[in-house]
C-alpha cells in the first residue's frame, strides 16, 4: 500500500485548505483512513479517522471546524480544514491501518500565519 497526499500549503488565520490522499494497493473499507499531523517540535497526533460508511472520530481541537471523508472508492481520504489558527500549523500525513501495519504518506505541510 502506498499514500500520496496532497493539498498543503501556506494560509491565513481563518482561512482554509483541503488535504487529499490517494492510496493504491488493496485497500478494503473495513479498515480506517485518516489524518495525523506533528506539530514543529511535538509528537505526531491523530486529527481525523473514517471507517467504512461515515463512522468518523476527531481530535477535540479540530471539532466543528475539520471535516474527514472518503471517496466513494474507498482509496481516497479528504481533510477540509476551516476557520484556521496557527495552532494548527504542522506536517500532515495520511493514514491507513489494515490491523497488521500502519501506512503512512509522505507528509504535506501546512502551515497558517497569524
Known amino acids: 500500500v502506498q499514500l500520496q497526499a496532497s493539498g498543503g500549503g501556506l494560509v491565513q488565520s481563518g482561512g482554509s485548505l483541503r488535504l487529499s490522499c490517494v492510496a493504491s494497493?488493496?485497500?478494503?473499507?473495513?479498515?480506517?483512513m485518516g489524518w495525523y499531523r506533528q506539530p514543529p517540535g511535538q509528537q505526531r497526533e491523530l486529527v481525523a479517522r473514517?471507517?467504512?460508511?461515515?463512522?468518523?472520530t476527531y481530535a477535540d481541537s479540530v471539532k466543528g471546524r475539520f471535516t474527514i471523508s472518503r471517496g466513494n472508492a474507498k482509496n481516497t481520504v479528504d481533510l477540509q480544514m476551516n476557520n484556521l489558527t496557527p495552532e494548527d500549523t504542522a506536517v500532515y500525513y495520511c493514514?491507513?491501518?489494515?490491523?497488521?501495519?500502519?501506512?503512512w504518506g509522505q507528509g504535506t505541510l501546512v502551515t497558517v500565519s497569524s
Open positions: 494497493g488493496i485497500i478494503s473499507d473495513i479498515y480506517p
Open positions: 493514514n491507513y491501518n489494515d490491523l497488521y501495519k500502519n501506512y
Open positions: 473514517i471507517w467504512s460508511g461515515t463512522t468518523t
